[in-house]
């Protein structure tokens, strides 16, 4: 099981396309930080800047790293020596869905990483705020939500075989379904999106979320295992050569 992850991370890596993913959110994140240029900044307003700002542009990205996993085999047909190299279906799934969150998670902190040194340099701020742990928590809970994003992603890319299908369905649900059962029924901390939302706040409490509840810890990892099983179900039973 060890070489299949570090297998994977290097073919996710080696894809131009991840890359320059990667460039494109780390860019966008320093260029949003000179708009705090010369302004006070304490430990709240280095998470909005760091974590909550961009968080939605790097759960995308995230997601269509995360496809590729097995929707760029998939359209190249490279599926067939993986599974060659790696014949058990349920490991592969598992080692994919791994990588995936590990370079979603990487990719989240090397951009948090860079933007907190911009503004570090950009604005006027206080040392205690390093000692805040409501810093670290967002910080933290910010990079593993965009490392779940991915290996839900890789696992939708093993039900749907493609690239773009994962990255829209991720994308609806989050962007449309979501807020629109938040505003009819409320509960916004039982909600996949919202909820990681609501934990990688400041405060723990999102504008107009609410605070998160002991159960938000749970949904987005309960609807990831989900989608990794009816994943592996279908991924065992079909032809993986076929489309």
């Not at 996710?12 to 991840?18: A, D, M, V």
Request: proline content about 5%.
């Amino acid at each position: 099981m060890t070489g299949l992850p570090r297998y994977e991370w290097r073919r996710l890596r080696s894809l131009p396309g991840n890359r320059a993913l990667l460039a494109a959110v780390v860019g966008f994140a320093l260029l949003a930080d000179l708009t705090a240029a010369g302004k006070p900044l304490d430990a709240e307003g280095v998470v909005f800047h760091v974590v909550q700002r961009d968080l939605a542009v790097r759960w995308l990205a995230a997601a269509a790293v995360g496809a590729q996993a097995f929707g760029h085999e998939f359209r190249y047909g490279t599926i067939r020596p993986t599974l060659l190299g790696f014949p058990r279906r349920h490991r592969l799934l598992a080692g994919k869905a791994a990588a995936a969150a590990l370079a979603g998670t990487a990719g989240a902190l090397l951009t948090s990483a860079a933007s907190m040194a911009l503004l570090l340099v950009l604005t006027r701020w206080e040392r205690s705020l390093f000692a805040d742990p409501r810093l670290w928590r967002s910080l933290g809970f910010g990079a593993v939500t965009v490392g779940l994003v991915a290996a839900m992603a890789a696992g939708l890319g093993a039900l749907t075989r493609g690239t773009g299908l994962p990255v829209v369905l991720l994308a609806l649900w989050a962007g449309i379904v979501e807020p629109l059962v938040a505003a009819v029924l409320g509960g916004a901390g039982l909600l996949p999106f919202l909820s990681m939302l609501q934990l990688a706040a400041y405060s723990g409490e999102a504008v107009d979320l609410g605070a998160a509840s002991p159960l938000s810890l749970l949904v987005f990892p309960s609807c990831l295992a989900a989608v990794l099983a009816a994943a592996g179900i279908a991924f065992a039973r079909r032809d993986a050569t076929t489309p």
